[in-house]
């Protein structure tokens, strides 16, 4: 539902030739294929772990990597590559009135990166989308939890490439990667909000439809790539720090067991080890969504604040 919805929207009120959008719904489209195969094979032929785990991540790689490289190679995003009369048009970032490199770092407090990664950002690339894709789909255990925070962490994305594609903006007052091409990329991830909206109506507790793995994966691709094309990878700790938050809790619960043969939570992802502490399943929803706005507005905040 949120993966048609969104798509159908991107297609009716964006530009879907914009490489900032092709390349967001094409990342969503294949992560949600993805997830739509491992749900076929747990509900239609009975496979209570779906498509196994080592598969699924080849496949995420694959699906980031291919990203990666369109974002790296593509001369309206990146300078590498461009023709000459392509740079004069204004191909790739600038900040302020200084071309950036794709392979740059910006870092949240910090006006100009401190880093630049050439090549190497290439795979750095593939781990946020994985990352962001597998972090979506640990939050996706209570009712509504996931696509709460999907909104605010996608609403704060949204507002975050209007202001970079304003020109004035970006590069005079706030002095963030401005790209003329961003514009059309505030549609598709006002077009997520949207659809995330709708299906919490149906979504919130208790659940009269569920997101599955067609729906988690998707939304985790496409916020990760959101991400990239902002030059804003980095903010994506802080704007989605619920959803890194559930991925560290799962990463530092199996680490500790396997070294130390014990448990730092009650239960991984972190949001049963509240509802296992006697929080009720509405409190941790609620909880997690305020927390999830205020990160979201705290990192908004940070664009003038450094």
């Keep these: 539902l949120i993966l048609g919805s969104v798509l159908i929207s991107t297609l009716l009120w964006a530009r879907p030739l914009n490489p900032f959008v092709a390349l967001c719904a094409c990342t969503m489209a294949a992560c949600g294929l993805l997830g739509m195969c491992d749900d076929y094979k747990k509900v239609k032929e009975k496979k209570a772990d779906g ?16 990203a990666a490289c369109f974002i790296y190679y593509k001369p309206e995003v990146s300078a590498v590559g461009a023709t000459h009369q392509q740079l004069t048009d204004g191909a790739g970032f600038c900040l302020g009135n200084t071309p950036l490199s794709i392979g740059a770092l910006c870092f949240p407090l910090w006006k100009f990166p401190l880093l630049n990664l050439h090549w190497l950002i290439i795979p750095f690339f593939a781990f946020i989308i994985v990352g962001c894709s597998n972090a979506v789909n640990l939050t996706d255990g209570l009712d509504g939890l996931a696509t709460g925070c999907t909104i605010s962490t996608a609403l704060a994305y949204a507002v975050l490439a209007y202001l970079a594609h304003r ?15 961003l514009g059309e990329l505030s549609v598709f991830l006002f077009a997520l909000v949207g659809a995330c909206f709708g299906f919490l109506w149906f979504n919130c507790h208790p659940a009269k439809v569920f997101m599955g793995d067609t729906g988690s994966l998707a939304i985790g691709g ?81 664009l003038k604040i450094a």
């Design 222 to 302: 496409a916020l990760g790539s959101a991400a990239i094309c902002t030059k804003q990878e980095l903010m994506l700790i802080i704007i989605g720090g619920v959803f890194v938050m559930e991925a560290m809790s799962v990463i530092l619960q199996v680490g500790s067991f396997k070294l130390r043969r014990k448990r730092i939570f009650r239960m991984a992802p972190i949001h049963h080890h509240f509802e296992l502490a006697g929080w009720h399943e509405n409190q941790v929803i609620t909880r997690f969504w305020i927390l999830s706005i205020m990160l979201a507005l705290f990192g908004l905040a940070l």
């Design 51 to 66: 498509i196994s785990g080592r598969q699924k991540l080849l496949w995420q790689v694959a699906i980031a990597l291919v």
């Design 167 to 181: 020109f004035y903006i970006a590069t005079e007052y706030l002095v963030i990667p401005h790209n003329p091409y």
